[in-house]
């Protein structure tokens, strides 16, 4: 075929994605992408078929299933109805109320066109923005449901996002409508979300027509006339709306999204809308093996693109029934401390299909192991984790604990589902520990010199991780608002070449597996040779007295960097001892030495009882690494706990 075609057969014969069956698959996606992603457009419902298969002629943007109008919410919810309306649908259990409530398909159907109608009396209308700010609870969901159906974009903002970070996403989605609550809870305390938001709305630019309040009960509420509305006495005026899925275009855009803000300012990602919906579909059968009428729980947040792909969309469109889940992973349904309750949730929803994030798995690592093997886990066939690399102890850990795979899988709130991991459901191919692993179908991954741009084909051999176009669908659109910042942001990073930059230093080994080494911003270089941060983690967090570790380099006179490591040790109060503290720092520092050699040897481990992390719970490197150089650590309205950065202060200071 074209261009495109050309390339990739070439790349595919340099390289083979291990597995005969998933290869042939990857193979048809990359060189005849149109015929691949007909035959994956046929798992959703199509009001009007697509009648060009996709439109790559303006590079970099991919515009797939042209002429085709769909509905999101149709196909995760309506078009169940006659075969499954009475199976569960939404299940929601919040440990911090207490709360355990399960929704079926018919139910949902029902709540979700009441939501519906009361955005329509509130004046919303198809491309509006609806800017929901919401704890994890049944209403967002149906929120998101209800926008999708009317073809109104949604704008989830994590909840615990404090007034600026509001502010700003306020002012760039400008929404009509903002859906809200009087408050989310975390480990039984009480966070209301009012008094945030309406200092959010006081200082953005941007003032929505309307707010619509979810009245739990948990924090009192001042309602602010002719602009704020109950969500109860609005939905129940609306209590048998019959309210039409509206077809949109497949190109319609469903919702923006921000990424993380690990390495900077959050970027706002836009979305498709029957891209997507293929692309979730494709996702849960290829990818999580996730079968109608079985139950899907992700542990994420709706906040997260995670959540939109795995909380809401994937598993309903696949006629499973999703677990959302408010609260900590160890607290119980009766407030009191539980390490088991996930587990307990498995055995009693008959999980098959888990999703959560290394981040989680450490804090359950904390917890006695015997949780484990305390209920019946034989319904659940797999756990996908990712978010954040998962280091192999980790990982070992949970997969042993468990005795089910354990898979972990790479992608970015840009990508919508995952760029690595194994396709299970095409072919059982094995994960390795350490790598989230082979390339998804779709997705023409490749590693780059990333100042020469050449093509790096060999084993072992670091570069930046890249995708080639045309993106898949699912992948994002562009930068709400800002085609040229997409094109620039992404696209122009590798001289001479228009390719994705992932931002992400990897390397694949002999049989085709990748590997992430760190975010290209965290690459060390020591003494001109270029280190990723991942790597001598990953080689810190093998001692067994290391329970998290984050390195980052620090500006060195004379060998241009050096590595620096925080540690929190699983042993905190034995490091009092300021003899005990040298010998692990001593330990860890010949360990990394051993494996890696002297250039990576940290130039000190420093001991922590915490990280700084997003909170998303990813490792923010460049918060530690500015304080590390004196510099100002920049956004921080991300940062989960600012008292985790005080400590790094502080130790720096000792
Ligand atoms: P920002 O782009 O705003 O700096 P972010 O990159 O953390 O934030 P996300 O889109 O949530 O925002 O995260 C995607 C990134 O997370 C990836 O680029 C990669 O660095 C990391 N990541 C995700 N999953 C994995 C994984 N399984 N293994 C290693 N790294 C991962
Ligand atoms: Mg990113």
Not at 120 to 140: F, Q, S, T, W
Not at 171 to 188: E, M, Q
Not at 413 to 434: D, H, M, Q, R
Request: aromatic residues 8%; neutral net charge.
């Amino acid at each position: 075929m074209d261009r495109r075609g050309k390339v990739a057969g070439r790349n595919h014969r340099r390289r083979q994605v291990p597995m005969s069956r998933y290869a042939e698959f990857y193979r048809r996606s990359i060189e005849t992408p149109e015929a691949f992603w007909t035959e994956e457009s046929r798992l959703i419902d199509w009001h009007t078929p697509p009648q060009q298969i996709l439109d790559a002629g303006k590079p970099p943007f991919a515009n797939w299933f042209v002429g085709g109008r769909t509905n999101l919410c149709h196909n995760a919810v309506d078009r169940h109805l006659a075969t499954r309306g009475d199976q569960p649908a939404l299940i929601f259990v919040s440990t911090e109320t207490g709360t355990e409530k399960t929704f079926s398909f018919k139910e949902l159907h029902v709540e979700v066109q009441r939501m519906a109608a009361s955005f329509i009396a509130l004046g919303v209308g198809r491309g509006d923005r609806v800017l929901i700010y919401m704890p994890m609870v049944p209403e967002a969901a149906f929120a998101m449901l209800a926008c999708a159906r009317i073809g109104a974009i949604h704008c989830v903002v994590f909840g615990g996002f404090a007034s600026v970070s509001l502010a700003s996403r306020i002012d760039d989605a400008t929404p009509k409508l903002i859906v809200s609550a009087d408050a989310g809870s975390r480990g039984g305390k009480v966070l209301p979300y009012k008094p945030l938001l309406d200092e959010a709305i006081r200082i953005s630019r941007h003032k929505p027509a309307s707010v619509l309040l979810t009245d739990r009960g948990l924090a009192p509420m001042d309602l602010v006339e002719g602009r704020d509305h109950l969500a109860a006495p609005l939905l129940e005026a609306h209590r048998d709306a019959q309210v039409p899925c509206t077809w949109l275009d497949a190109a319609d855009i469903s919702y923006t999204i921000y990424t993380s803000g690990t390495t900077g300012k959050p970027k706002g990602v836009q979305r498709d809308t029957g891209g997507y919906a293929v692309a979730l579909a494709a996702s849960m059968k290829h990818i999580f093996d996730g079968r109608a009428g079985e139950t899907y729980f992700s542990t994420s947040d709706i906040g997260w693109v995670v959540g939109h792909s795995y909380i809401v969309y994937g598993p309903l469109i696949a006629g499973m029934a999703t677990l959302m889940y408010e609260g900590l992973p160890t607290q119980g349904l009766d407030g009191q401390p539980d390490g088991g309750i996930w587990w307990r949730l498995v055995e009693k929803y008959k999980v098959t299909v888990m999703f959560s994030a290394p981040t989680a798995v450490r804090v359950l690592r904390k917890q006695d192991p015997a949780l484990l093997k305390k209920y019946d886990l034989s319904s659940l066939r797999a756990l996908f984790l990712a978010g954040e690399p998962l280091d192999e102890p980790t990982g070992r850990w949970i997969a042993e604990g468990l005795g089910v795979p354990v898979i972990d899988n790479y992608w970015q709130t840009e990508s919508g589902w995952p760029i690595l991991t194994v396709a299970n459901g095409v072919e059982a191919t094995p994960s390795k520990f350490g790598s989230p692993g082979i390339p998804m179908y779709g997705f023409n991954v490749k590693i780059l010199h990333e100042s020469t741009g050449e093509e790096l084909t060999g084993a072992h051999e670091k570069g930046v991780v890249v995708i080639e176009g045309p993106t898949p669908p699912g992948f994002m659109q562009t930068i709400w608002r800002d085609d040229e910042r997409f094109v620039n942001t992404y696209w122009k990073t590798v001289p001479g070449k228009l390719v994705y930059s992932t931002f992400d230093w990897g390397i694949r080994d002999e049989d085709g597996y990748f590997y992430i080494l760190g975010r290209t911003d965290d690459v060390i270089n020591v003494a001109g040779h270029r280190l990723g941060t991942r790597e001598i983690e990953e080689c810190v967090s093998g001692h067994a007295g290391v329970a998290e570790v984050a390195v980052v380099g620090v500006a060195d006179a004379l060998k241009g960097q050096v590595a620096m490591a925080f540690v929190v040790p699983k042993d905190g109060a034995a490091l009092a001892d300021a003899a005990a503290a040298q010998k692990l720092e001593g330990d860890i520092m010949k360990r990394v030495a051993d494996q890696l050699g002297a250039l990576a040897r940290p130039s000190r481990v420093r001991f922590v009882g915490a990280l700084p992390k997003t909170r998303s719970g990813k490792l923010l490197r460049r918060a530690i690494q500015a304080v590390c150089e004196q510099r100002d650590p920049g956004d921080l309205t991300t940062m989960d706990d600012p008292a985790a950065l005080q400590q790094v202060r502080q130790v720096l200071a000792s």
